[in-house]
């Protein structure tokens, strides 16, 4: 399902929770992803699709109140695992008013800033740090688009969001947005290096 125009076409920064995509990042090139062990979770990257140029990156991902209070935490992180994104830094917490504000501050002015903000503060939120090849724009294909209801069919917005701001899920659109996102919430000594075969030795 993966549309050669792509990466042209993400969501524009006057959408909430949307954000103009790094078209750099965006070239026909190599094919990824692998079948799900796991067939109950779709693959929505197939190994006979086409997808940007791959390079390793690092995205922000944020489960909003409506995904933490509706327990699908676990099918939302199954998703990226088996679409070949490591997790590589985690955390649970009820953020202060002040510190969303600055996380979603180029929405300042906005008519739907306001009822953005106090949505956030429903309830606790699961930060997340995800790294793999082309993870910026893999998960906002896995994500799909900001209203739900527009959302790809088997993205995650399609299957469990609402509307465009209880839509789930929150992920970083470009790699500069990344790595401002990841900083923050998460100190450098809170992300974690590590190989996924490290368990095998002794």
């Known amino acids: 399902m993966f549309e050669p125009e792509l990466c042209n076409r ?3 920064r006057g959408e909430i929770d949307g954000g103009s995509f790094d078209a750099k990042t965006a070239a026909n090139g190599n094919s990824i992803g692998k079948d799900f062990a796991d067939k109950n979770v779709p693959n929505l990257l197939t190994n006979s699709e086409p997808y940007c140029k791959i390079r390793v990156e690092r995205s922000c991902l944020i ?20 679409n070949n994104l490591k997790l590589i830094a985690l955390k649970m917490l009820k953020p202060s008013k002040e510190v969303i ?11 739907f800033f306001e009822k953005l903000i106090s949505f956030m503060l429903k309830a606790p939120i699961i930060v997340s740090v995800w790294e793999g090849e082309n993870a910026v724009a893999k998960i906002r294909q896995l994500i799909g688009a900001t209203n739900s209801a527009d959302a790809a069919p088997g993205t995650l917005r399609a299957k469990y969001g609402t509307d465009n701001r209880r839509n789930v899920v929150h992920a970083s659109d470009s790699t500069a947005s990344a790595d401002i996102e990841i900083k923050h919430f998460f100190a450098d000594h809170e992300i974690f290096h590590y190989s996924q075969d490290a368990w095998k030795e002794d």
């Open 10 to 12: 993400f969501e524009n």
């Open 63 to 82: 489960v909003k109140p409506d995904g933490v209070c509706k327990n699908i935490c676990g099918q939302i992180f199954a998703t990226l695992q088996n």
């Open 101 to 111: 504000e600055q996380f979603y501050s180029i929405h300042i002015g906005k008519p």
